[in-house]
């Protein structure tokens, strides 16, 4: 009898102190597919479920899955060794799992093929370790496919024939530091992954709730709802937060510089915007400064007219300097193209922060003889046109300050082509510039670190000359979080607050 009581009371000590962080996601969660993800709150679950062989910490590339890398330039190959892992269902992450999760891509044409445009194969040296290879190889190669790829079970996977038809919504299996419980409409449920090395002690798990609205987001984060929203904070909202801490005493908000560039696109298959002297009328036409204090209230650095944005620090050049307004120059720009008047379309989101955006940006081109008409679109709508390549102008943004690289598939011409009516790659603007071309064909070409970070300081003076794109903000990173239920919060640089630090660093209020 002695005995029950105590296990009795030990069961209720652990229930009693057993810690689930609550967060909010936004959209809908209907598949765990890693290679179907559609919706934010999709691409957040299937970053925790799977893991990829390398990472970023820190503004370094460091392993994840793997302990150790090499590149091997003579063969164009990147050596990987692996360190020793479980999947969730406890069997041991082999090479074999790896070299099938990237040739499994490439066999079924899986939507991540883009990032693997110089990939060649995957083969198995030994049980821990594995070779990839590639067209050519140089230094940026590190920033794609081994930080890409997520790593699946084979014992899994290679009985699913048609990957873009499996929901992955049963018994999802990964090796990320997060397992899958179960999912409802309302959220997903996973529990930390004991074998995991990043796994806290003093937390069981996560649940992540699907909102529709940022602002019930924002109030349940207020009454103690959630302890984390996974979005960026309204900056209207995260001033107010700031500068009234007695009325939101257990919400804090992290500023974390930016990586993600908002830019204006142009068609270049059409005319006046293969023009270059076109493409600087709407440069100098925009008041950069106003949108910064209108737009995101103050909370939004003017973007580089070389496009990079600061977080990129490694090949940042900031003597390039910040775009301008100067609007006697954007109308001399336009009596120079054949630009006859009409009216263009400037395809934008039915998010209100890019809507106030493309307000702002139609009035600073009617005020020197531009004229547009906004075509707002959901989302689905908006990447149907981007791919269709249905617009004059449009409203976008690019993600470079990690994977500065990434720059190569927004704007090379050969990522802009068309095939049965859709956009090869990301180049929606169909970008065809050869001096272009070449300086970004010169980054895959760099076999020292010293080569790349000169082959984007070209590219950015390249940039502020061709005007392929319009750079215009980099919008603060703004992340909120409350301590009414933990405390413990780490607020990294360049990594923000939901991070392993954090995880083994917060506790319960008890």
Not at 457 to 470: D, Y
Request: charged residues 25%; proline residues 5%.
């Amino acid at each position: 009898m002695r005995r029950f009581w105590v296990l009795l009371f030990v069961s209720a000590f652990v229930l009693a102190f057993a810690a689930e962080l609550n967060v909010a996601v936004l959209g809908d969660v209907r598949s765990l597919n890693p290679f179907l993800v559609k919706s934010s709150a999709e691409r957040i679950v299937v970053g925790y479920l799977y893991e990829t062989l390398l990472t970023e910490r820190a503004g370094q590339i460091v392993g994840a899955l793997a302990e150790d890398f090499q590149v091997d330039f003579s063969n164009n190959s990147l050596i990987l060794k692996l360190k020793e892992r479980k999947f969730h269902d406890g069997s041991p992450v082999t090479a074999d799992d790896v070299v099938f999760s990237f040739n499994y891509i490439l066999q079924k044409r899986l939507p991540l093929g883009p990032i693997l445009a110089y990939f060649t194969g995957a083969e198995k040296m030994d049980e821990r370790t594995v070779r990839l290879k590639f067209r050519t190889m140089n230094v940026s190669m590190l920033s794609f496919a081994p930080m890409a790829i997520p790593i699946i079970p084979r014992s899994v996977w290679e009985k699913i024939d048609k990957p873009l038809e499996f929901p992955n919504t049963e018994k999802p299996i990964g090796s990320g530091v997060l397992a899958f419980e179960k999912l409802t409409p309302q959220s997903v449920v996973m529990k930390f992954f004991e074998d995991h090395p990043d796994a806290p002690k003093q937390l069981d798990g996560m649940v992540f709730h699907i909102v529709q609205d940022e602002t019930m987001g924002f109030l349940g984060l207020v009454k103690g709802d959630y302890d984390y929203l996974f979005w960026n904070l309204d900056p209207e909202l995260a001033k107010q937060v700031m500068d009234n801490p007695k009325k939101y005493p257990d919400v804090k908000v992290a500023l974390i510089e930016g990586g993600a560039v908002n830019v204006i696109l142009f068609n270049h298959r059409k005319t006046p915007m293969n023009d270059v002297n076109f493409r600087k009328a709407v440069l100098y036409a925009l008041n950069y400064q106003e949108l910064v204090e209108k737009v995101y209230s103050g909370l939004a650095d003017v973007a580089s007219l070389g496009l990079i944005p600061k977080r990129a620090k490694g090949v940042f050049d900031e003597t390039v300097g910040c775009v301008q307004q100067n609007v006697s120059m954007a109308k001399e720009f336009l009596k120079k193209c054949d630009y006859d008047g009409r009216k263009l379309t400037l395809l934008v989101s039915s998010d209100r922060k890019a809507m106030d955006m493309a307000e702002y940006i139609k009035l600073y081109l009617k005020n020197v003889g531009i004229q547009v008409e906004l075509d707002v679109q959901g989302p689905e709508g908006l990447t149907t046109k981007l791919k269709k390549a249905d617009f004059d102008l449009a409203l976008y943004s690019y993600s470079l300050g990690s994977h500065p690289e990434m720059v190569f598939y927004h704007l090379h011409s050969s990522r802009g082509e068309m095939k049965d009516g859709q956009v090869v790659g990301f180049n929606y603007g169909g970008v065809s510039i050869p001096e272009l071309d070449a300086a970004l064909e010169s980054i895959w070409m760099a076999f020292s670190e010293r080569d790349r970070v000169d082959a984007f300081m070209r590219l950015q003076r390249l940039f502020a000359e061709l005007v392929p794109v319009v750079p215009l903000l980099v919008p603060v990173d703004i992340e909120a979080y409350s301590t009414k239920n933990f405390t413990g919060w780490v607020v990294l640089p360049g990594e923000g607050v939901m991070n392993a630090e954090t995880f083994k660093s917060l506790k319960p209020v008890r």
